[in-house]
């Protein structure tokens, strides 16, 4: 995207605000551009030169800007390419903590916990809202867990690509984010278990994926929980009884 024509740099205090730094401010500007100007996901940004006119601040604030904005997760630098709208914009890595649940049943239990609350909405939504194109989509990486299943190999990435788009079809953005915040969950799901459910992994993405192409949102919510039931079960019998593990 590429901004023209542009007289004057976009309205912006310049006093520095009670309680924000100059660079909280830079980076509050730097913002009301990207939204001003429709910027999406994946879109670059105009070059530190020209997004100091357009802002009328200086390059030093620019670049502490856009800084603070790669730490928040709204840009992406890609050296030597330039500066990029981030593909989750605003949602941090990792602010759940995933990463570090490691082999613990009882913390895969209050994952499952909150998936429970969350996924099976956004299935309902996404038989309701998605497009005929998207849920062709949902179809081929249902397809591309059972190959992969078959074939005795990790499905892990399609898992998660799966229940990631849902949330991308759903219809929702608050709901898509939290979706993506979520989305190491099924990883997590199938190392803490184990992989003991692979035998009916493709089986119930199937019956979760027709039931979004019929627009059967109720259907969709139940198969969701279904799904995640299994896991949550195992977790919450190994949190009972340790040993079973």
């Known amino acids: 995207m590429v901004i023209e024509n542009h007289k004057k740099p976009v309205k912006y205090v310049?006093?520095?605000e009670k309680g924000y730094s100059r660079t909280d401010l830079a980076a509050n500007r730097l913002i009301e551009l990207i939204l001003?100007?429709?910027f999406q996901p994946g879109d670059k940004l105009p070059n530190e030169y020209e997004l100091a006119a357009l802002l009328g601040i200086g390059r030093s604030a620019v670049r502490e800007a856009i800084r603070q904005l790669v730490s928040r997760n709204i840009l992406k630098v890609r050296q030597g390419a330039g500066t990029f709208v981030a593909q989750k914009t605003g949602i941090p890595e990792d602010p759940l903590g995933l990463t570090f649940i490691g082999h613990d049943p009882g913390l895969?239990?209050?994952l499952s916990d909150v998936r429970m609350l969350i996924e099976p909405a956004a299935a309902e939504l996404a038989a309701?809202?998605?497009?005929d194109?998207?849920?062709d989509r949902m179809v081929e990486l249902c397809g591309e867990i059972g190959r992969l299943v078959t074939e005795g190999k990790s499905y892990?990435?399609?898992d998660l690509e799966i229940h990631r788009y849902i949330g991308e079809c759903c219809g929702n953005s608050i709901l898509r984010n939290l979706m993506f915040i979520l989305s190491d969950a099924s990883k997590i799901a199938i190392e803490v278990s184990k992989d003991r459910f692979r035998g009916v992994a493709h089986m119930e993405h199937e019956k979760l994926v027709q039931a979004i192409r019929r627009r059967d949102s109720v259907g969709a919510r139940y198969a969701m929980i279904?799904?995640?039931n299994n896991s949550r079960q195992h977790f919450a019998e190994q949190k009972e009884n340790p040993q079973s593990q």
């Open 108 to 110: 895969a239990l209050e």
């Open 36 to 38: 001003e100007k429709d």
């Open 14 to 16: 310049d006093k520095v």
């Open 156 to 158: 892990v990435s399609a």
């Open 128 to 131: 309701i809202n998605a497009t």
């Open 226 to 228: 279904s799904h995640l």
């Open 133 to 135: 194109e998207q849920i």
